[in-house]
């Protein structure tokens, strides 16, 4: 009776700082996803308390300097100048914290199997600097039941108890980076709770600063809503490039045929073929569903085929720039290849997992000589010395574009479909265009000298 009484004591008082926008919020992880989720709740008059165990992005923060493109410099300066943002390395802020918001990476091990480590490292934080009334929410993207078994077990192993002393939900991030008209204050909320308040409290927060909130029966169906749209986009993706390959055999245009489909204004939704997929979600996410789905006797085939078949896409480009030099008698080792984009999509700055990352590797181990234009990213590390949440190797330094290097380059390989990046030109002044996404076909270029994943090499020149 007590302990429901505390519990009902707990839910009104944050309810009423998260009505009036007083609660203290920590976010852990202040990278795509928490650093614009801070700048949002920020501004709608919460005080954030990030823990950031990258030094280097703690001071930044604190010195009001923006990492992240999405965010707004004058908007995010003018919140740490009001102290409503603030970064430390160390877990101890978060005993001030009402809310805590999980924002870690949830990468693969090199089996492609979850590597959760992160978020186990950030619950062992919590529970190290708990105080009872706590709402948590993770916002990490991981396998239906990451909430409950990992993060509600090791809570209650070290003595505190859902219903009693903290409330927990899940809440996928669903930002698109890059997406001009979508952010994270317009972008629908998900938010599944453990038990009917902690679903009230985070929808209240969530209320509080963005448009809408869909409220899930559970974290588990959230989680799973959550994997589920990054396996959507991954399987329809390798249908479309599967697509491409089929069509380069039987000399059709892949992107003429998906143009046409697309315009049966019902039952279909067109994706575009590609040197691959990129960035920390559609290329890993697939892969921790089908590791739970193991451990309910169900090997999700479609779900790992699409990923061998998008994983396998830079390879298809590297056989066929070898099939493209080879009409002009050059080998590829040995050729200078100019490489126009390294970000995993156009217009970001971020080349994690990017196709066109694993493209220059595949090309410098056959001994090609390439270098990368990328006007977002200044440099970019290979897998050999990516360490992914913390670069430490070597890296290897982007150019800017200029007349001399089109010129020059036996072979212009288009791997990112930079909006600015001026087709026109590069058309007219490289010898050979590799055009993986057809960024000149649907710009209207026209020119013998553009190769489309579905063109069939020996019949072009
Ligand atoms: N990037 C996206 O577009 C996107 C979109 C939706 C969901 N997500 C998901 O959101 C999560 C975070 O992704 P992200 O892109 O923001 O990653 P990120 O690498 O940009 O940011 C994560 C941050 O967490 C920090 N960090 C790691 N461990 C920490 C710890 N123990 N304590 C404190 N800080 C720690 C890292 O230094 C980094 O700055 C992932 O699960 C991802 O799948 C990402």
Request: charged content about 25%; glycine content about 6%.
């Amino acid at each position: 009776m007590e302990t429901l009484q505390q519990h009902a004591i707990f839910k009104n008082e944050l309810l009423e700082k998260i009505h009036n926008h007083t609660a203290k919020v920590g976010i852990i992880g202040l990278g795509y996803v928490g650093l614009p989720l801070a700048v949002e709740a920020a501004s709608a008059g919460y005080q954030i308390l990030g823990v950031e165990n990258n030094p280097d992005r703690c001071r930044l923060i604190n010195e009001g300097k923006n990492y992240i493109k999405d965010v707004h410099d004058t908007k995010f300066l003018g919140l740490v100048r009001e102290h409503k943002i603030q970064a430390s390395v160390g877990f101890e802020t978060l005993q001030a914290c009402d809310i805590v918001v999980i924002c870690v990476p949830t990468p693969l091990n090199k089996n492609k199997e979850p590597d959760i480590s992160y978020i186990k490292n950030a619950t062992d934080g919590i529970c190290k600097n708990f105080h009872p009334g706590m709402l948590i929410i993770l916002e990490s993207t991981t396998y239906p039941g990451t909430t409950e078994e990992i993060i509600q077990a090791r809570l209650e192993e070290m003595g505190h108890k859902l219903g009693k002393d903290f409330f927990l939900a899940f809440s996928p991030e669903r930002v698109d980076p890059g997406n001009k008209s979508f952010n994270t204050a317009n972008t629908t909320k998900i938010v599944g709770g453990v038990s009917s308040d902690c679903l009230e409290l985070s929808e209240a927060f969530y209320l509080s600063f963005v448009a809408h909130v869909v409220r899930m029966s559970s974290p588990r169906a959230a989680e799973m809503t959550k994997v589920f749209e990054n396996i959507y986009r991954s399987v329809n993706i390798a249908l479309v490039n599967e697509l491409a390959m089929l069509c380069e055999r039987m000399d059709i245009d892949v992107y003429e045929v998906i143009t046409a489909a697309a315009t049966k204004p019902y039952g279909f939704q067109a994706f575009w073929p590609g040197p691959g997929v990129g960035g920390h979600c559609i290329p890993l996410d697939p892969y921790y569903l089908a590791w739970k789905g193991k451990e309910y006797d169900l090997h999700a085939r479609f779900i790992e085929l699409a990923g061998e078949i998008n994983e396998n896409m830079p390879r298809v480009v590297l056989a066929k720039v070898g099939e493209i030099l080879n009409q002009f008698s050059k080998p590829v080792k040995g050729a200078k290849i100019l490489q126009l984009g390294i970000s995993y999509k156009k217009d970001i700055d971020d080349a994690r997992e990017s196709p066109s990352v694993r493209i220059y590797e595949l090309l410098s181990q056959k001994g090609a000589n390439v270098e990368v234009v990328d006007p977002f990213v200044k440099q970019f590390w290979t897998r050999e010395h990516d360490f992914t949440y913390g670069n430490q190797g070597p890296s290897i330094p982007t150019i800017p574009l200029s007349d001399e290097k089109l010129q020059e380059a036996d072979i212009v390989i288009i791997t990112t479909d930079h909006t600015d990046f001026p087709y026109a030109d590069i058309v007219k002044k490289a010898k050979v265009v590799f055009d993986t996404r057809n960024a000149a076909g649907f710009r209207k270029i026209e020119s013998s000298k553009i190769f489309k994943l579905s063109t069939r090499v020996s019949q072009n020149h």
